[in-house]
């Protein structure tokens, strides 16, 4: 999905007879090929994050049925971990950093690798506006506050009827503004218990550049 808040913003503004002042459009980046990540393994804690309370006090209601996480399995590259006690969701995740990467998205993939997923990184809370132009399967959009912890869930973003018009996609926002967005395989959210309040930590450095 790519992330077009852009579009929301000028579109409320010019309703209200204003005028909208943006940071200039990005330039457009290569269209990353159609081809799916390799497979990678279940991440699970180490002992030392199985000591680390998250940064809520809500109770999480993730489903049991899940593979519990085996203590002492190092966590290889960027993951999300979403939960809390001691059971938890776990998506390994691309970045999307730059205006050109939120821009792109997961527009042009076929498919996206089960419990992974993309997060967009903002520098800033906003109600941030997301469509599915040129995608090819349908999300779960997380979205996440600045406080980590899961603000709103939009589930089962659908892509694109063939010919439809980019005019008359929907555009997807959270109740809240938020300063992260999860998205990963339409579904996963259900089945995994992740619903509004839900603690989110950053795992495998991301929390020491990006928070969380």
């Known amino acids: ?18 005028t909208a002042t943006l940071a200039p459009s990005p330039v457009a980046q290569t269209v990353l090929p159609p ?10 804690p180490t002992e ?4 680390t309370a998250t940064k809520t006090a809500v109770t999480a209601t993730i489903n049991p049925d899940q593979p519990t996480p085996i ?13 809390s006690g001691e059971v938890f969701a776990y998506f390994p995740v691309e970045l999307a950093l730059t205006a050109d990467e939120q821009i792109q998205g997961l527009s042009g993939r076929l498919v996206l690798e089960a419990d992974t997923g993309m997060l967009f990184v903002y520098e800033m809370q906003r109600k941030y506006s997301f469509w599915m132009p040129d995608m090819h399967f349908p999300l779960d959009i997380v979205w996440i506050g600045s406080d980590c912890t899961v603000a709103d869930v939009t589930l089962n973003a659908l892509p694109p009827e063939p010919g ?3 005019q008359d996609l929907l555009l997807y926002s959270p109740k809240t503004p938020v300063q992260y967005v999860l998205e990963i395989n339409a579904g996963e959210a259900e089945a995994k218990g992740i619903k ?5 930590e950053f795992l495998g450095g991301l929390a020491e550049k990006y928070g969380c």
């Open 1 to 18: 999905m790519k992330s077009f808040w852009w579009l929301a913003l000028i579109a409320a503004v010019l309703a209200c007879g204003g």
């Open 35 to 44: 081809t799916v990540a390799s497979p990678q393994t279940v991440l699970q």
């Open 48 to 51: 030392s994050m199985t000591k």
């Open 71 to 83: 203590p002492g399995q190092a966590i290889n590259g960027p993951v999300v971990r979403i939960g």
């Open 164 to 166: 439809q018009a980019s």
């Open 196 to 200: 509004a309040g839900v603690g989110v």
